[in-house]
């Protein structure tokens, strides 16, 4: 049987029409196809002012938290400008906190101008995960727009590795759901499966 999770993508890019948010519809297609329920928050459609601590929140952060709490699973795409990852998803991150984050695993993509781009970017958003206590999965998928063309086909390599990318978060996920059955049927909400 299929597993019912929820997989929950963001874009962290601004732009209009964004290659990163065309990047994650095709992740979230393969999802979708794999079976997974999945939600999409693009960043550019909370229009979220620079965080303040002393203000409160915006009713947009309300929601995209309890979305997050939600989530068995989570895509987060970020463009690479200036060899990291956007002010607009630290920005989002600034917000948030450990309860939407921790113990749900986390798999990082970036899009670039160039081709030998993109790690940097990656490497900088897991360690803000980290401290967000977040579980970033080991797979990760970086890709230029001049390794690509309109239709963002891709070739063979470039597919698997796609499929490797998803296949990865797919693999925690359902380790994660795993272990809650097993907490809740320690707790006697559930038997335990011999
Ligand atoms: C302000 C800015 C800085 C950028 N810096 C880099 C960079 O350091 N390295 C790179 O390869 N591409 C860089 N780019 C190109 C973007 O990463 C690339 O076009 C990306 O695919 C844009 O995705 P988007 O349309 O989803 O925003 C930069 C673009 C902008 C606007």
Same mark, same amino acid.
């Given at each position: 049987m299929e597993q019912e999770r929820i997989i929950v993508l963001i874009n962290g890019s601004m732009n209009n029409p964004? $290659?990163?948010k065309k990047v994650l519809k095709e992740v979230e297609k393969? #999802?979708?196809k794999n079976k997974a329920k999945t939600m999409f928050i693009d960043i550019r459609d909370l229009q979220l002012p620079v965080y303040d601590p002393k203000a409160e929140s915006p009713k947009e952060i309300i929601e995209v938290s309890n979305i997050l709490?939600? &989530?068995d699973g989570l895509v987060v795409g970020v463009p690479e400008y200036h060899g990291s990852y956007t002010g607009a998803v630290k920005n989002l991150l600034d917000y948030l906190g450990f309860e939407e984050f921790q113990q749900t695993p986390i798999a990082l993509l970036a899009t670039a101008g160039g081709i030998k781009s993109g790690t940097n970017t990656l490497n900088h958003l897991r360690l803000v995960f980290r401290n967000l206590h977040g579980h970033v999965i080991p +797979? +990760? $998928?970086a890709i230029s727009k001049n390794e690509t063309n309109p !239709? #963002? !086909?891709l070739d063979p390599s470039m597919d698997l590795r796609l499929e *490797? $990318?998803?296949q990865g978060l797919e693999t925690e996920v359902h380790k994660k759901l795993l272990f809650e059955k097993w907490e809740k049927s320690q707790s006697g909400e559930v038997p &335990? !499966? *011999?």
């Open positions: 964004s $290659f990163t393969r #999802l979708q709490k939600k &989530a +797979q +990760q $998928f !239709e #963002l !086909e *490797k $990318f998803i &335990a !499966e *011999k």
